[in-house]
C-alpha cells in the first residue's frame, strides 16, 4: 500500500495539481520544491528522502524553458538528466515505485501518425534530448517506473499558454499563432487525476497521456477566445512564418495512447471540455482573491 508519497515541483501547475489530487484523496504527501530539495545536489536529496521515508516518487520538477535551454545546456542537463538520476538512485536503493513525466519532445515531430510509446525518439531540441535522457536513466535504474509523456499542458498555478493568449487580447485586435503545430492541449487537473490512479498500482511502464483530440495552437487560441467571449482575432500562420523560438518545435506531437486503455486507465476527456473547466475555475479563483 502506497500511504506516503513524495512529489517534487510542487510550485509548478502539474505537481500543484497532484498535491491537491492526494489531499483530496486523504493520501499523505511530501510536498517538495527547490528551497526544500534540490534534486541537483545527490547528498540533499538522499538525506531528504531518507529523512521522510516515502512510498513512491513522483517526479515533477524539470527544466522546462524550451528557448532558454539552447543555451543554458548545462543547467537543463544537471535538472532533467542529474536530477533524475539523483531520485532514481534512491528509488533503487529503497525499493520503491517512481513516476517520471516525459513529454512529445522526445520524438521527431515528422508525419501526421500518432506517435507509439516505442516509437524511436529522436528529440530535436536540447530539452527534449535532456528529457529523454532522463527516461533513460530510469528505464537503466529500474525496475518499478511510470513514465508519462504529455504534451501542451496548462493549469490553474503557473503561467501556460491560454494566459498568454487572453493578456495578450487585451492589447491587440489580432494574434497570429502557428497553425502547422498539431498536439493535444492537456489540463493538469485531468493528469494529476490519472498519475494518482496510476502511482497506486504496479502496472509499470511507458505511457501516454493528454486530453482527447487534436489541435493546432491557432485552433487552441481560437477555441480559448470563443469560451472568454473574446472578440480578438487569431491569425493562422506557419512556423516559418512566426520565426522567432530559438528551440525547434514538434510539428506532429500526436500521442497514441493506447498503453493507457490497455492497461485499463481511463482516457482523459476531450482538450474541449477540459478547457472550459479551467477557464471556470480560473475565474471563479480570480473572483475569490
Known sequence: MRNKILVTGTNGQLGFDICNELKKRNIEYISTDIKDMDITNKN???????????????????YTQVDKAEEDIENCYKVNVDGTKNLASV?????????????????????????????????????????????????????????????????????NFVETMIKLSQNHNEIKVVNDQIGSPTYTFD?????????????????????????????????????????????????????????????????DKSTLTINGFELLPAWEDALKRYIKEKEERNKNN
Open 191 to 255: 493528469l494529476a487525476k490519472l498519475s494518482v490512479d496510476m502511482i497506486l498500482t504496479e502496472k509499470y511502464g511507458i505511457f501516454h497521456a493528454t486530453n482527447e483530440g487534436f489541435c493546432s495552437w491557432a485552433d487552441f487560441a481560437k477555441e480559448i477566445f470563443k469560451i472568454k467571449k473574446i472578440n480578438t482575432k487569431v491569425i493562422p500562420v506557419s512556423t516559418e512564418e512566426y520565426g522567432l523560438s530559438k528551440a525547434k518545435r514538434p510539428k506532429n506531437s500526436r500521442l
Open 44 to 62: 540533499s536529496v538522499e538525506s531528504f528522502i531518507k529523512t521522510h521515508s516515502p512510498d513512491a516518487i513522483i517526479h515533477c520538477a524539470a
Open 91 to 159: 528509488c533503487k536503493n529503497l525499493d520503491i515505485p517512481m513516476m517520471y513525466f516525459s513529454t512529445d519532445y522526445v520524438f521527431d515531430g515528422k508525419g501526421v501518425e500518432a506517435f507509439k510509446v516505442f516509437d524511436k525518439a529522436s528529440p530535436q531540441s536540447v530539452y527534449g534530448k535532456t528529457k529523454y535522457q532522463g527516461e533513460e536513466v530510469i528505464r537503466e535504474l529500474l525496475k518499478k517506473f511510470f513514465i508519462i509523456r504529455t504534451s501542451w499542458v496548462f493549469g490553474v498555478n503557473g503561467h
